[in-house]
């Protein structure tokens, strides 16, 4: 039996232990690849061409978003399930928007993640039961009950809310640009787009905003 060839991206090297751990107790997995940055993730998917990448979105140096664009757009053969703590239903449609292949919420990886390989890796989609759930009820809501037009996913790019999450956070402009790397200036930039997008005058009032929306997750 052809094995699934698998690479799993996260920061947090205990958790890719974890996960390969729960992957190898199954025959049919093979982990061929770890990566704990976006540009090492999609270097590798190039290197080594997976069946799977098992991607968090908090990566260092290229988001999650950024790094299933970049995929998507070197044509990998690669399907990518998207492994997160972030359960808002406009994140996840961004997500599975941007080119991913699946959807699973990291406190559901013991009972959800070997199902969701599976599926993906015969090129189906795979959805949190919870997440589907929220969508299906998005569907059927009336048009004068949709969700209010201030919410980070309507008014910013991927990239404007990363640098938001991280200001909420307390970091400072140049702690941000060595996380992204970009340069402080650009931050700044960022910084005073974001502000005038969402009409916030103090940083104070980011931050009542990024806990509003469910932002101040790492």
Do not use: W
């Not at 982990?31 to 260092?60: C, Q, W």
């Not at 994140?91 to 599975?96: G, Q, S």
Request: hydrophobic share 40%.
């Amino acid at each position: 039996m052809k094995k699934i060839r698998i690479i799993i991206a996260d920061d947090h090297a205990v958790l890719r232990a974890g996960l390969k751990a729960l992957l190898n107790c199954y025959s049919e997995f093979e982990i061929i690849g770890e990566a704990g940055t976006g540009v090492d993730a999609v270097s590798l998917v190039g290197k080594l061409n997976p069946d799977v990448l098992i991607l968090d979105l908090s990566m260092p140096d290229m988001n999650g978003f950024d790094c299933i664009k970049e995929i998507r757009s070197q044509k990998l053969a690669c399907s990518i399930l998207v492994l997160t703590m972030y359960d808002d239903d406009e994140f996840v449609k961004e997500v599975m928007r941007s080119g991913a292949n699946g959807y699973v919420l990291k406190r559901s990886a013991d009972t959800e993640l070997v199902e969701a390989i599976k599926r993906i890796s015969e090129g189906k989609k795979y959805l949190n039961e919870s997440i589907s759930q929220k969508l299906i009820d998005t569907l059927l809501k009336k048009p004068n009950e949709e969700g209010d037009s201030n919410n980070p996913y309507t008014m910013l790019s991927g990239r404007e809310r990363e640098v938001l999450r991280y200001l909420a956070q307390g970091y400072t402009n140049t702690e941000i640009a060595e996380k992204l790397f970009i340069s402080p200036k650009t931050v700044d930039t960022y910084r005073s787009r974001i502000m005038k997008k969402l009409s916030i005058r103090k940083k104070s009032e980011l931050v009542n905003y990024a806990i509003k929306y469910k932002m101040m997750g790492t």
